[in-house]
């Protein structure tokens, strides 16, 4: 009789994709994972790219699958790697994103006042004490307590699993070519010297094409303006809920995520209670509560509801500088002739930036090891733009039908 070692995902990006029977797959079968299921991977992108419906479970099941490969090319390379510190790596790579909310960072912003990294580390605490200490190694890789440094630059570094797969699935998944990367040529250009991960020489032109790609995907998917406006509007949305709900309204909405926006200022639930309810939420919750709310008597909320619903989204613009006061209250006198009294200007009109740097080269840098044995930064031996520069873009959002508005 042939005993079966490993579960086969058929996975659209790379194939089939092997995950060995035991706690790694006890993970993915645990409800804490299985919830990545229901949350998008690139939340409210499909507005604007409609391929863009794949879960944090596909990613978080294709960076186990680069972390095993990457595994697989440094012990051939000498790298002495345990059984115990490969499935420690696995399993926090594997879960790196379980503590994210419905929508990406939408709630982190209105309802939940963690940072997802955050209770990321407090659902891995938990699922240790689940699975008896089985967790230890990996939290402290994860949490980069463990003393093989390279180990925790393959899960959170320049270039680690992360960021590998979420390149090369975005792309595919959006259809935006120029975020392609060549990430088997660079799994198989990866090294440690001196216990941190290094590139090998011959892998310098794909890191720099890495770097370019990222840039390009930043500025084209995650922060394209009409990704920006439709997350701006979600979360004015849940702030107006979370206000009307502060002040008796009673409003239609799903359990678990009333239990956030009828919670008191001041409360300070425990940490178990409140991963009770966060554990229950995903993006059904959400896109529930703005069903209901698209017929909901509070003009602001209605107004923003059902511009998700239907993708009547508003209008952002980009400036080069932080945006005036002379043209904030310029957009206010015309958004509020057209609302009325009743509407709430806050929430109808809203400014701010995003920012994003290609490369930092003043943290942790992407070092090339050269035949001789040296090694240097990719700063400083490539002969290629990094676009190491922080780029900020300010933005101004305001409806943008005023005359169609209802």
């Known amino acids: 009789?042939?005993?079966?070692?490993?579960?086969?995902?058929?996975?659209?990006?790379?194939?089939?994709?092997?995950?060995?029977?035991?706690?790694?797959?006890?993970?993915?079968?645990?409800?804490?994972?299985?919830?990545?299921?229901?949350?998008?991977?690139?939340?409210?992108?499909?507005?604007?790219?409609?391929?863009?419906?794949?879960?944090?479970?596909?990613?978080?099941?294709g960076a186990l699958h680069l972390m095993q490969q990457?595994?697989?090319?440094?012990?051939?390379?000498?790298?002495?790697?345990?059984?115990?510190?490969?499935?420690?790596?696995?399993?926090?790579?594997?879960?790196?994103?379980?503590?994210?909310?419905?929508?990406?960072h939408a709630l982190e912003h209105t309802l939940v006042n963690m940072h997802h990294e955050d209770l990321s580390s407090v659902l891995m605490e938990d699922l240790n004490r689940h699975f008896g200490g089985s967790l230890t190694l990996a939290i402290d890789i994860f949490t980069d307590r463990y003393s093989k440094k390279f180990l925790h630059q393959l899960v959170s570094g320049q270039l680690d699993m992360?960021?590998?797969?979420?390149?090369?699935?975005?792309?595919?998944?959006t259809g935006v070519s120029e975020g392609v990367i060549g990430y088997d040529r660079i799994i198989k250009m990866l090294a440690v010297?001196?216990?941190?991960?290094?590139?090998?020489?011959?892998?310098?032109?794909?890191?720099?094409?890495?770097?370019?790609?990222?840039?390009?995907?930043?500025?084209?998917?995650?922060?394209h303006k009409t990704g920006v406006t439709a997350e701006q509007m979600l979360i004015h949305t849940l702030q107006r809920a979370r206000e009307l709900a502060l002040q008796g309204k009673e409003l239609e909405v799903p359990r678990h995520l009333g239990w956030f926006l009828y919670r008191k200022p001041g409360d300070a639930p425990s940490i178990d209670e409140l991963m009770r309810h966060f554990t229950q939420l995903d993006d059904t919750d959400i896109t529930a509560a703005i069903?209901?709310?698209?017929?909901?008597?509070?003009?602001?909320?209605?107004?923003?509801?059902?511009?998700?619903?239907?993708?009547?989204?508003?209008?952002?613009?980009?400036?080069?500088?932080?945006?005036?006061?002379?043209?904030?209250e310029q957009v206010h006198k015309m958004v509020a002739a057209h609302f009325g009294s009743s509407a709430h200007l806050e929430h109808l009109v809203y400014f701010g930036s995003?920012?994003?740097?290609?490369?930092?080269?003043?943290?942790?840098?992407?070092?090339?090891?050269?035949?001789?044995?040296?090694?240097?930064?990719?700063?400083?031996?490539?002969?290629?733009?990094?676009?190491?520069?922080?780029?900020?873009?300010?933005?101004?959002?305001?409806?943008?039908?005023?005359?169609?508005?209802?």
């Open 70 to 104: 990457s595994i697989e090319v440094l012990r051939s390379k000498g790298v002495d790697i345990s059984d115990e510190e490969a499935q420690g790596a696995a399993a926090a790579i594997l879960l790196h994103d379980i503590g994210h909310g419905p929508f990406s």
């Open 193 to 223: 010297h001196e216990g941190e991960l290094v590139v090998e020489e011959k892998g310098i032109y794909s890191i720099e094409k890495f770097l370019i790609a990222r840039r390009l995907m930043y500025w084209q998917v995650y922060l």
């Open 1 to 61: 009789m042939t005993i079966k070692r490993s579960k086969i995902f058929n996975d659209p990006v790379y194939g089939f994709v092997s995950v060995p029977y035991g706690l790694i797959l006890d993970l993915i079968d645990h409800p804490y994972f299985q919830r990545l299921r229901r949350i998008r991977q690139l939340g409210l992108a499909s507005y604007v790219y409609p391929g863009a419906l794949h879960t944090r479970f596909h990613h978080a099941i």
């Open 162 to 173: 992360d960021r590998m797969d979420y390149l090369n699935r975005d792309s595919f998944f």
């Open 291 to 328: 069903k209901y709310w698209s017929e909901d008597s509070d003009l602001t909320l209605s107004w923003l509801s059902r511009g998700l619903l239907n993708r009547r989204l508003m209008r952002l613009e980009w400036h080069d500088y932080p945006i005036s006061p002379e043209k904030i």
């Open 354 to 406: 995003v920012s994003n740097r290609a490369y930092d080269e003043n943290t942790e840098q992407i070092k090339i090891l050269f035949k001789n044995n040296r090694v240097c930064p990719i700063s400083e031996c490539s002969d290629v733009p990094l676009f190491t520069k922080l780029v900020t873009k300010h933005f101004i959002c305001y409806p943008k039908h005023l005359d169609s508005a209802s």
